[in-house]
């Protein structure tokens, strides 16, 4: 079993749709979360960051880390077909310098 | 403007050719990283480097090498004997482990073995 899950997709949601993303994990031990956009050919750029538990806001993103359910969410309102993508979450221990990362989840937002 | 660069973004190389893959920092993070990024399978890690002139393997170190002579540079060596070369390649960086350790990455440099 990964220790990082990640439904690889593809989602295919229409303009201004709410999309949700998610991760579940099984290492109970971290305590650092993070999501990841990854357009085609490009790097991947950190959206969001979040330590322990509980949700976080920026904009139109929002994320969410339940650690009783060892589950973190993504959720993204009015989504555009700019938000078309690869998602990847990410996930730390404290005192360790390995991230794990899921395998990412494709989103296509049609017009 | 503060980030990661990696050199070429594309790269190709003959079966039994070692090539080597650049990236620099100017974020001034101590730690430094790479990735293997194939379809379907995530990101998978190299080496990482957590001060200048140390490093540690990853999960897939076999085939590669590193180094770190300096705090800006962590150049991979991918070298005849990575049986399956052909993949994305990501540098990353990061400060120490604390609440507020981001990674960032750099673009990336896609190497194609001919």
């Known amino acids: 079993q990964k220790e990082v899950e990640q439904d690889p997709g593809p989602l295919s949601v229409p303009e201004g749709a709410i999309v949700s993303l998610n991760c579940t994990y099984s290492?109970?031990?971290?305590?650092?979360f993070m999501w990841y956009r990854q357009y085609s050919r490009k790097g991947p750029e950190l959206l969001m960051y979040t330590y322990s538990s509980g949700n976080k806001e920026d904009g139109r993103f929002t994320a969410q880390v339940d650690k009783s359910s060892k589950y973190i969410s993504l959720f993204i309102r009015d989504s555009q077909p700019s938000d078309s993508a690869t998602y990847l979450c990410?996930?730390?221990?404290?005192?360790?310098?390995?991230?794990?990362f899921g395998t990412g989840t494709r989103l296509k937002v049609l017009a | 403007d503060g980030g990661i660069t990696q050199s070429p973004k594309y790269l190709f190389r003959k079966e039994g050719q070692n090539v080597t893959l650049s990236c620099e920092q100017n974020l001034n993070h101590d730690a430094m990283y790479w990735y293997r990024q194939d379809p379907g399978q995530g990101l998978r890690l190299i080496y990482y480097?957590?001060?200048?002139?140390?490093?540690q393997k990853g999960d897939i170190a076999e085939g590669y090498s590193v180094s770190r002579e300096k705090k800006e540079s962590f150049p991979l060596t991918v070298t005849s004997a990575q049986k399956n070369p052909t993949a994305f390649y990501l540098c990353?960086?990061?400060?120490?482990?604390?609440?507020?350790?981001?990674?960032?990455f750099g673009p990336g440099t896609r190497l194609t073995v001919l």
């Open positions: 990410a996930m730390r221990s404290p005192g360790t310098y390995k991230y794990i």
């Open positions: 480097s957590q001060i200048v002139n140390d490093f």
């Open positions: 290492n109970s031990a971290f305590q650092y």
């Open positions: 990353a960086s990061s400060i120490p482990p604390g609440p507020y350790n981001e990674q960032f």
